[in-house]
């Protein structure tokens, strides 16, 4: 019915938020980013992607994944999406969140 269809909506998008925020939070707390990029879209198989990107990685230290990232992890699994986490050799770390918008959990 449209009131379960309503709430479903609600709830997706206060855990997309909930996301959204802890990645941002994560690029402000712990890197020296000039640049921070955030992105949200849909892809062709229609899932959910957030994208965050920042310059704030020394060059050649490694990034550190934390009791926040785990945790943001093992969320994503749980709703049946993926995170990839990519960093490159000049200091970008590029953080992909995928979470399907029909069929996942919430």
């Not at 909506?9 to 938020?17: A, E, G, H, L, N």
Request: hydrophobic share 40%; aromatic share 4%; charged share 25%.
């Amino acid at each position: 019915d449209l009131h379960s269809l309503r709430r479903r909506q609600r709830q997706m998008c206060i855990r997309d938020s909930r996301i959204m925020k802890e990645l941002l939070n994560n690029a402000f707390k712990h890197s020296n980013a000039e640049l921070i990029e955030l992105r949200l879209y849909l892809n062709k198989r229609s899932d959910i992607v957030l994208s965050i990107k920042n310059d704030g990685c020394e060059k050649g230290a490694e990034y550190k994944i934390g009791w926040g990232t785990n945790s943001l992890e093992e969320d994503v699994r749980n709703i049946g999406g993926k995170i990839v986490l990519n960093q490159y050799a000049n200091g970008i770390v590029l953080i992909i969140v995928e979470i399907p918008l029909l069929g996942g959990n919430i």
